[in-house]
DNA sequence: ATCGTTTATCGTAAATGAACGATAAAGAAC
DNA sequence: GTTCTTTATCGTTCATTTACGATAAACGAT
């Protein structure tokens, strides 16, 4: 573990973006660690992309509450969310889904 | 595999028991969501059994908050621990852990 | 029986999380 | 322009988590 010569430890290199470090990974289970967050990344998976007025519709809780959850599924890069107008439209992000897919295999 | 004659809507039948409904799999997640933690069900990864007192050494935290990190574990089921002798052995719990992966694959 | 070792638990303080209502910001509708 | 709608953020409260040291429980060794 020392760098004397540029080898390669890089673990951008090691892992080309499809395993996550146990700092990312863990914050991703974080995110997952609460019911409404899973169900709400279910429901997007049903829905493919939906605007969080939706969202709050399905779920018993308070608005504000459910644009908490949705800040943190966001935060750890689990979906994005764009403007649209006056709603907000939120999907999937894939690619950070696959890759914390993978680096459950690999557990 | 699939449900050729399917009568029951039963959950219990439908997945035999290889997907945690929402609850449970929100209860790994969280579990997993702390970095130590992580740590530690890598090194049991590699070293498949050891002792409380191994993980200790190699976490600069105190035995106390190790302690507590691996009941968290135990109560998501992630690992077991059996006491031998002065020592408590822990090991992974593998066939939590399929579920688990199973469960994250559907996603 | 006494002493050291190992691990779990207790008690506590600081930080974070989850929920809410109220409010702000921004765009649509009038 | 004003007003309504949608969503994010603020401020607050209560609960949970994380960390620690101290202590207890269980066992091995002397």
Known sequence: ??????????PADQY?????DTD???LVCK???HPVRIK?????RKMDRCICGRI??????AQSTVSQHLKVLK???????EVEGLNTCYCLDTE??????KTVESL
Chains 1, 2 share one sequence.
Request: no cysteine.
């Open 1 to 10: 573990m020392h760098e004397n010569a540029p080898k390669k430890p890089d």
């Open 16 to 20: 080309p973006q499809d395993v996550l």
């Open 24 to 26: 990312a990974f863990a």
């Open 31 to 33: 995110a997952l660690g």
């Open 40 to 44: 709400i990344l279910n429901y997007l």
């Open 56 to 61: 709050v519709e399905i779920l018993p809780l």
């Open 75 to 81: 935060g750890a890069g689990l979906i994005r969310g």
């Open 96 to 101: 950070v889904l696959d890759r914390f897919k």
